[in-house]
């Protein structure tokens, strides 16, 4: 399989429960709920995403012809002989990452972190499955480690989310004009509801990628 990867790049996590944790991100090319043009944004099943997933012309990024050649490109990031933390990312990594993938990470010890909109299902193996919902789309994967919820949505409301397994419960508030506000919503928000944590993007406030 062919692996199209619009970056790779080595940074600190800037938001959710990893956040300050050093780690490889490799941001998959493409997406199942949006193509990624900015005509077409208002229109797609999302429409708030801040991240340019097209083609393969980022830092790090290319069509990896196998699973070897982008593991070999992934690892090559990681500073030290400790365990390399890799975040999968996109777009939507599950529209590309399979058991292949999955199995060379390993084999260089990797702890593997994905990053989803829970509209495809993830395989198993995967040791940290974050699944961030999108109103308007049925969400698949109902278990994982964490669920981080852009917020505020319309017409969907994170106590919803609570009776599917997952481990921990985030609330991100939405970027763009009304920043400010909607961090605000969030923050009340989740002091009325202890089971959930505010999750900032830090590495917007910080300057880092």
């Not at 049925?138 to 949505?153: A, H, M, N, S, W």
Request: proline share 5%; aromatic share 10%; glycine share 8%.
């Amino acid at each position: 399989m062919t692996y199209n990867v619009k970056e790779i790049f080595y940074s600190i996590q800037g938001e959710g429960f990893h956040t300050g944790r050093p780690s490889i991100f490799c941001r998959f090319s493409g997406c199942n709920l949006w193509n990624g043009l900015e005509r077409d944004k208002e229109s797609a099943k999302c429409s708030f995403c801040d991240t340019d997933f097209i083609g393969t012309n980022g830092q790090g990024g290319s069509k990896f012809v196998n699973e070897e050649e982008l593991v070999s490109e992934i690892i090559s990031y990681w500073p030290n002989a400790s365990e390399p933390f890799v975040i999968l990312t996109g777009g939507e990594p599950m529209l590309q990452v399979d058991k292949k993938l999955i199995k060379e990470l390993k084999k260089y010890k990797c702890e593997i972190a994905i990053e989803t909109n829970g509209t495809l299902k993830v395989p198993e193996n995967i040791d940290w499955i974050c699944v961030s919902p999108k109103a308007g789309n049925k969400l698949v994967q109902i278990r994982g480690d964490e669920l981080k919820l852009v917020y505020p949505q319309k017409n969907l409301a994170p106590e919803d989310f609570e009776k599917y397994s997952f481990k921990n419960f985030s609330l991100q508030p939405m970027d763009g004009e009304l920043k400010v506000h909607n961090t605000n919503l969030a923050l009340e928000y989740c002091k009325n509801n202890p089971n959930w944590r505010i999750s900032l993007q830090t590495h917007k406030i910080i300057g880092v990628r």
